[in-house]
C-alpha cells in the first residue's frame, strides 16, 4: 500500500499560479502511475492530469491542457501539479491518487489509494 498527502493548495487570484506536491510513503513510489483530481462544491471528482511511472507519459483533461503541468521525482517519491494561469473555475478539493495500471486512465476507479486532498480557491 502507499500513503498519499498533498500539499500547496491556497488562495491565488485569477492568472496566477500554484504548484501542488504529493509525497508518496509506505511503498515504492515508482511502481505506480499517478493522478491529480479535483472535486468542486455540489460535483463529482473529476480527472485533471496523470503521469506514468516513469514521467514519461502524460494525459490531461481539455479543460487544463496547456495550462497545467504534472510531473514527478521518484527519487523524492513526489509527483507535482503546476498550475498556471488559474481560472475562478479551477476552484476545487485537488486530489492526487496512485495506481498500479501500467497505462495512464482518467478513471477514478483504477485509483484505489487517495490523499486527503488540498483547497485551490481563485478568486476573481
Known amino acids: 500500500q502507499v500513503q498519499l498527502a498533498e500539499s500547496g493548495g491556497g488562495l491565488v487570484q485569477a492568472g496566477g499560479s500554484l504548484r501542488l506536491s504529493c509525497s508518496a510513503s509506505?511503498?515504492?513510489?515508482?511502481?505506480?502511475?499517478m493522478g491529480w483530481f479535483r472535486q468542486a462544491p455540489g460535483n463529482e471528482r473529476k480527472f485533471v492530469a496523470a503521469?506514468?511511472?516513469?514521467?514519461?507519459?502524460?494525459y490531461y483533461a481539455d479543460s487544463v491542457k496547456g495550462r497545467f503541468t504534472i510531473s514527478r521525482d521518484n527519487a523524492k517519491n513526489t509527483v507535482y501539479l503546476q498550475m498556471n494561469s488559474l481560472k475562478p473555475e479551477d476552484t476545487a478539493v485537488y486530489y492526487c491518487?496512485?495506481?498500479?495500471?501500467?497505462?495512464?486512465?482518467?478513471?477514478?476507479?483504477?485509483?484505489?489509494?487517495w490523499g486527503q486532498g488540498t483547497q485551490v480557491t481563485v478568486s476573481s
Open positions: 503521469i506514468n511511472w516513469s514521467g514519461g507519459n502524460t
Open positions: 509506505g511503498s515504492t513510489f515508482s511502481s505506480y502511475a
Open positions: 491518487a496512485a495506481t498500479g495500471l501500467f497505462g495512464l486512465t482518467r478513471e477514478k476507479r483504477a485509483y484505489p489509494y
